[in-house]
Structures are given as C-alpha cells and as structure tokens.
C-alpha cells in the first residue's frame, strides 16, 4: 500500500478522534448545565489539576460526538461498497460501543495533556506545541491499540503528520469564526 493511501486511511480512521476533539468547541455554548470544571475547582501544588477549560460538557459531549462518528464510518464501511475500504482496519472487528471509548480515549488524552501543561506553568488556552497537537490522537490510539496494531510507519504518520492536519483544521475553525484562536 503507498505511504499516500495509507495516510488517507488513517485520517479517515482518526476521523472520530478529531471530532471528539473539536466538538466542545463547536458546542461551547451549548449544554450550559454541564459547563463545569472536571476538576471541581482542585488545585495540585498550586496548580489546577486541569484547568477552567476541561469541562464536563466537553468531555459528553466530545464522547458522544466522536462515537457517533465512528459509528457512522463503521455503518459506511459495511454498508456502502465504496467506503469499505477507506479504513486501515477492518470495521467489523469493532464492537459497537469502540467509537465511544475511541473518542473517549482521545479527550481524555487532552485532558492528562492539560494535567501536565498545568504543572509547567502554560496558561489554560495558551499553545503548548507539539502536545496540544497530539494528545488527543495519542489517546485515541491508546484505546485503539485493544482491537488493532499500529505499525511503526503508522505511529510514525500519526505523529508526524498529526499535528499539521490539527493546526490546518484549527486555522480553518478560526478562518470560519469556530473559534475565538487559531490554535
């Protein structure tokens, strides 16, 4: 398979995980019930665990939104003949509950990103390169690793090529007035 075709397979497959990242953006004024700290406000030696930011509705809602991705792809691959072979992975092989713990996965590889952005003193919000770019594809594929085994030209991809894919979503997010930053 040529490096080209397996990079398209593998943004396909990591699809959910990058909604799972953005939805609590999109969905930021949304959902206001849910729009407390995860970390109820808790410090770790003077610091917040997490931070302001990491919310409860942004965990649901990432969990729910990246999951139903997933789904979707899934229900393409067996249903729809020319999708079944977008993915590097075969998509029976998923139990129906994968997508959620796949997005799940990926938010909260944000989330111990931020545990540790917080104990080296970078401001909630603030850019911490290459870490924000790929915490959320490394806890994807944490969760992912269950049911599939990366290559090491896989996680050589995901590490790589990651972080351009989420800054060129992010600048587009902005560009659209998604988001308040561009990073």
Do not use: C
């Not at 977008?86 to 998923?94: I, R």
């Amino acid at each position: 398979m040529s490096t080209i075709i397996l990079l398209g397979k593998l943004v396909y497959f990591f699809l959910p995980a990058g909604v799972a990242n953005m939805a609590p953006v999109l969905l930021r004024n949304h959902f206001h019930s849910l729009a407390r700290p995860v970390d109820g406000g808790r410090h770790f030696r003077g610091q917040p665990l997490f931070g302001d930011h990491k919310t409860w509705r942004g965990l649901i809602v990432a969990t729910i939104a990246g999951g139903l991705m997933f789904e979707f792809e899934r229900y393409l691959s067996l249903h729809v003949d020319v999708f079944s072979n977008f993915s590097p992975f075969a998509m029976n092989l998923f139990p129906l509950w994968f997508g959620f713990a796949f997005a799940a996965g990926a938010i909260l590889g944000d989330l111990i990103k931020s545990f540790f952005k917080r104990r080296v003193h970078i401001a909630s919000g603030a850019t911490w390169f290459p870490f924000d770019q790929i915490d959320f594809l490394l806890g994807a594929s944490i969760v992912a690793s269950v049911y599939v085994r990366f290559t090491a030209v896989m996680w050589l991809m995901i590490i790589a090529v990651g972080p351009i894919f989420h800054i060129s979503v992010n600048r587009i997010a902005f560009w659209m007035k998604l988001k308040d930053t561009p990073w």
